[in-house]
């Protein structure tokens, strides 16, 4: 059974440029969240989406958006970018509703310039 | 911010002793999960513990559950060279994980 995938694996963008971020879930997944791992701050909560809904958002500006497709794959866009956007975004997904376990992709390194 | 405290941040151990990382809430958690990253790796999800004073063994890692459920622990007997990464505790609310800021693991041989 393939994992969670992410692409690109790396993306170098420069500022206020935007940046676009890709994640398939575990097949018969329907949650996916939105993680950001930047140097010293640990993993931070971004978004979740669930049956193609936004259900719950971290502490984030707008200009950090997404959607989910109905195959519930995901994208998350970062408008505008900003120097301190760099860092590893991963996704993870999980069951559903009910689902604790998440279970993560590699992640996307982006470098804002 | 994050809602759990891990201590210590980082960890040097010599292969072959044990070590001991700590997570801990001023609030009562609802659960605690574990998560192991491996340096250039995603997190990879451990264990979960839910009742109070819960307490899991997975081979020579050994996982508690306060009995206030505001703490947490996660116990290394006779560290490997693999167990080097950095090991997070999480809490599972409102459909999200609020993550500690995770203990990285290095290991003298």
């Known amino acids: 059974e393939a994992g969670v995938t992410q692409s690109p694996t790396h993306l170098i963008k420069t500022r206020g440029q935007q940046a676009t971020l890709r994640c398939s879930p575990i097949s018969g997944h329907t949650s996916v969240y939105w993680y950001q791992q930047a140097l010293g701050l640990g993993l931070q909560f971004l978004l979740w989406y669930d049956e193609g809904e936004e259900r719950n958002r971290g502490n984030f500006p707008p200009r950090f958006s997404g959607r989910q497709f109905p195959n519930y794959s995901s994208e998350l866009n970062v408008n505008a970018l900003e120097l301190e956007d760099s860092a590893l975004y991963l996704c993870?997904?999980?069951?559903?509703?009910?689902?604790?376990?998440?279970?993560f992709g590699p992640g996307t390194r982006l470098t804002v310039l | 911010g994050q809602q759990v405290m891990q201590i210590p941040q980082y960890q040097h151990v010599q292969e072959g002793e044990d070590f001991t990382t700590y997570c801990n809430s001023s609030?009562?958690?609802?659960?605690i999960q574990w998560y192991k990253q491996r340096p250039g790796g995603h997190p990879v999800f451990l264990i979960q513990?839910?009742?109070?004073?819960e307490v899991k063994k997975q081979k020579r890692l050994t996982f508690q559950f306060g009995e206030a459920k505001k703490n947490s622990s996660l116990h290394i007997t006779a560290t490997q060279t693999t167990d080097v990464g950095t090991y997070f505790c999480a809490e599972h609310n409102d459909y999200k994980l609020s993550f500690g800021a995770g203990t990285t693991v290095t290991v003298r041989a």
């Open positions: 513990l839910v009742k109070s004073g």
């Open positions: 609030t009562t958690l609802s659960n």
């Open positions: 993870a997904s999980s069951l559903g509703l009910a689902a604790d376990t998440q279970y």
